[in-house]
């Protein structure tokens, strides 16, 4: 079985802008969270990227034409910046590995995902969608620019399907009842009707045939645009609600962050989005392990991102009943009042650990060794005892490991009653020996970096010899998680045990993935 190792990696978190901040930032136990006030002011907690695309401007600039970079920032959303700048950190750990993965051709594969997607583009998007469209229904329902509705407005006699008139309903829903009215009437003007029949003759202006086609069809464009402009201008409408949506809600799909990372290492291999919710990351290390085993790879680079923090994300979380909302930071295995939401990336340059130590590179933290994946096939947030419990004996099977040979664990670990089950599921396979970390009061939980912070933090602390403190502190540790089990890294650090080291994440959807991982001898 082919060996597989870490040779490079770049981080984008919390109060981290880059690997180097993100290990500095590990050895203290402060929390890394900051207010939200995204809905106005309110009582969030969340995980806040610190990131500027700015600063990898002069890597782009020096492999890419001038308006390279400028594209990037005009159309890139969040995740796809993170995974972008968290891609270039990871080449600088082992100088020319950016040209190795280049001369691997369709050896190197790019495995990066996204927890959620780019909510805040889609978000931003929608909204203009939303505000173009109530200004034009309620320009073609005014009655001036409607016969139907004049004609209507004289009579008054009852209409099937007729929406009440917005004047006659409560203020508090004063907005739907305009959407339903104006929605109702622009759907009945002939005038609008008149403007369209106008709209599909201009569109219908095509390639003349037997022209040269792209001097021709820069001919069409300019002259559609002409008439365009020539209609609006007859009618004084504004603009059609469908030209305010902008392309870029197709340009940040969730396949984004990996298409823009081949395209800028240009690396041609597979790429594509493994999304596996917040057991993301382990998915994702799974599949790369397979296909450099499996000797389909020689390379892969793979990782997750999500977008900053959204009311989008923190409201839906809130209503889910997951996140805490008291403006004080809720720490694992204390009083279980919820996460925090966070953003960021996490990206990793894997390779086959022989292949890549014969050209001189060098393997980083440790060795991930195996990783057992399973689903609950149970309840969409609630996690079931069985499944990460299987996803353990499954990862440490493979890993050929006991659990008598496990010297740490990493905790899912969200501050919330789940914690209680995932310490008792775990101390029904591992022994009281075992020193466990819970880190999302640190830096929260990205819903897929998550996991890739909490493995690079543990691979990181191993690597150095000791294990990075947590938040918590031993006063804090709930009662009756302490009666389960007492062997926890508290707010300060301790040496790295000796044995392997795990680490699980459950996702939503009951979707499991257990990492088990040793230390390079030395």
């Known amino acids: 079985m082919r060996r597989v190792g870490i040779f490079g990696w770049g981080v984008v978190a919390p109060r981290s802008r880059n690997i180097e901040a993100f290990e500095r930032n590990l050895a203290s136990s402060e929390s890394w969270l900051s207010p939200f006030n995204g809905f106005g002011p309110d009582n969030f907690l969340v995980g806040t990227p610190d990131f500027n695309l700015a600063e990898y401007k002069p890597w782009i600039d020096a492999r890419f034409p001038a308006n390279r970079f400028s594209q990037l920032e005009r159309k890139m959303g969040q995740p796809t910046q ?129 022209a040269d086609v792209e001097s021709a069809k820069l001919a069409v464009i300019k002259e559609k ?32 962050p990996a298409s823009q990372i081949s395209m800028l290492g240009r690396i041609t291999g597979m790429t594509f989005a493994p999304v596996a919710a917040c057991s993301s990351f382990g998915y994702g290390l799974k599949l790369a392990m397979n296909a450099i085993q499996l000797g389909e790879a020689k390379a892969v680079v793979m990782g997750m991102t999500d977008a900053a923090p959204n009311p989008l994300v923190v409201g839906g979380f809130y209503n889910a009943r997951v996140i805490s909302a008291d403006a004080a930071i809720s720490k694992p295995l204390t009083a279980l009042r919820g996460t925090h939401i966070a953003g960021g990336s996490v990206v990793w340059v894997m390779g086959d650990y022989d292949y890549f130590v014969s050209k001189g590179f060098k393997p980083l933290g440790m060795e991930p060794v195996s990783v057992g994946v399973t689903a609950d096939a149970d309840h969409i947030i609630t996690p079931s005892k069985e499944g990460p419990t299987l996803a353990i004996r499954e990862a440490l099977a493979a890993a050929g490991c ?4 496990v010297g740490s664990w990493d905790l899912h670990a969200t501050a919330t009653p789940g914690d209680y089950l995932e310490v008792q599921n775990l101390r029904d396979v591992m022994p009281e020996s075992v020193l466990i970390t819970a880190r999302k009061g640190t830096f929260g939980h990205g819903m897929s970096a998550g996991g890739g912070w909490e493995l690079t933090a543990q691979y990181l602390g191993y690597e150095r010899g000791g294990v990075f ?17 007492e062997r926890f890294v508290f707010d300060e650090a301790v040496a790295t045990p000796a044995g392997c080291a795990g680490k699980l994440s459950m996702g939503v959807g009951g979707i499991n993935a257990c990492v088990i991982s040793r230390p390079w001898k030395k």
Do not use: C, M
């Not at 645009?225 to 392309?247: F, I, M």
């Open 82 to 210: 993170f995974a972008i700048g968290a891609f270039i950190q990871s080449l600088a750990q082992n100088p020319g590995i950016e040209q190795e993965l280049q001369a691997l051709g369709p050896r190197a594969h790019v495995y990066v995902g996204t927890g959620l997607g780019d909510l805040p583009t889609i978000q931003a998007i929608s909204l203009d969608l939303y505000r173009a469209q109530r200004r034009w229904n309620r320009f073609w329902a005014a009655p001036e620019r409607n016969a139907v509705l004049r004609q209507w407005l004289e009579t008054r006699e009852a209409v099937a399907g007729l929406p009440p008139e917005p004047a006659t309903v409560d203020e508090g829903i004063r907005d739907e009842a305009e959407d339903a009215w104006w929605a109702y009437w622009t759907g009945r003007s002939t005038e609008l009707r008149e403007y369209l029949t106008e709209l599909r003759d201009i569109e219908a202006i095509g390639v003349p045939d037997g």
């Open 402 to 405: 006991t659990p008598a040979d």
């Open 469 to 485: 403190p947590t938040p918590l502190k031993r006063t804090e540790l709930n009662q009756q998680i302490s009666r389960v089990h």
């Open 225 to 256: 645009r002409t008439r365009n402009a020539r209609l609006q201008k007859k009618w004084s409408s504004p603009e059609p609600p469908w030209n305010a949506v902008s392309s870029n809600v197709l340009w940040n799909i969730h396949n984004t």
